[in-house]
């Protein structure tokens, strides 16, 4: 089992420009969640999915972020026409049941 | 909105010697997960409550929904323990498995 996949680890981007963060999650799981974790806020929940239909984005930012999950292999969030203070790290999780099972992370550096 | 109140913030810890962390939650919480943040930024899971006591090896996690908190051991500190803990709470009012985080323990173990 190679847990929940996340690429790329590490991404810059510069000011205004699209970024799209890929999940990979456990095999089997029927959950998938999206959480951001910066050292001012700490980590926050961002969007969640069940047997890949969306049910709450109550932590996404309104404008310009938007998650999909497309199959039940891979999700994404994509965030368009970034900004400074999107820079974090973005951190994907999966679970069967209810205990929930991390990625390594996407580090996100807007300049 | 809820809210998990983690302490300390830091700790130091000598080998061989032992303490508590504590969350505090100030809504009623379903279920309590701990996790330990290694030096790459992983996530790794330690112990996932819904109720009672758990224990692995040199940690002991417990949780009690009634009195609003869960309390982490960790007894004869290892140099490899180093790290932030964090725990994450689902509260009892959310329809889904949302997770809650403290603002996190940095633990310091030194020889």
């Known amino acids: 089992n190679a847990g929940v996949i996340q690429t790329p680890r590490h991404k810059v981007t510069g000011k205004g420009q699209e970024a799209t963060l890929w999940c990979e999650p456990i095999?089997?799981?029927?959950?998938v969640f999206w959480y951001r974790q910066t050292i001012v806020q700490g980590l926050e929940f961002l969007t969640y999915f069940r047997n890949q239909a969306p049910i709450d984005d109550s932590g996404m930012p309104k404008e310009r972020f938007s998650a999909q999950m497309p199959n039940q292999s891979h999700s994404t969030l994509k965030i368009q026409s970034t900004q400074p203070q999107d820079s974090a790290v973005y951190l994907c999780a999966s679970s069967l049941g209810y205990e929930q099972y991390f990625g390594p992370g996407t580090r996100l550096t807007v300049l | 909105g809820d809210q998990v109140e983690q302490s300390p913030s830091a700790l130091s810890l000598h080998e061989g010697t032992g303490s508590a962390l504590r969350c505090n939650f100030t809504t009623t919480m379903r279920a309590v997960q701990w996790f330990q943040q290694n030096s790459r930024g992983s996530l790794i899971n330690l112990f996932y409550l819904a109720s009672g006591t758990k224990e692995n090896g040199r940690l002991k996690s417990t949780f009690n929904s009634k009195e609003s908190y869960s309390t982490l051991h960790i007894r004869d500190a290892q140099l490899e323990d180093s790290g932030t803990y964090f725990c994450a709470a689902e509260a009892a009012s959310s329809s889904f498995s949302k997770l809650v985080f403290g603002q996190g323990t940095s633990l310091s173990v030194v020889p």
């Open positions: 095999s089997g799981h029927s959950a």
